[in-house]
């Protein structure tokens, strides 16, 4: 995914997450992760190290930051 196509509050869906991602993260953050997979979150901006911060919020209404690979992530529908 082109970075200079996202714009902060943009709607995008993660595909996947890499290996290892999950594993030191309590079981709960896990569930979550996995359960927004392909579903629409949003997009805030590029780090320092050009990983895309996404935000959502779980079944709970928990809200969770992730930063992926923006080669991860697509415009979600």
């Known amino acids: ?34 359960a927004a997979i392909g579903k629409p979150v949003l997009y805030n901006e590029l780090d320092e190290h050009g990983r895309a911060e996404l935000e959502f919020r779980d079944s709970k209404g928990i809200k969770h930051l992730i930063w992926l690979d923006p080669a991860l992530i697509c415009i979600a529908d």
């Open 1 to 34: 995914m082109p970075n200079d196509k996202l714009k902060p509050g943009d709607k995008v869906a993660f595909t996947a997450v890499p290996p290892g991602f999950l594993d030191d993260l309590p079981e709960e953050d896990q569930v979550a992760i996995n």
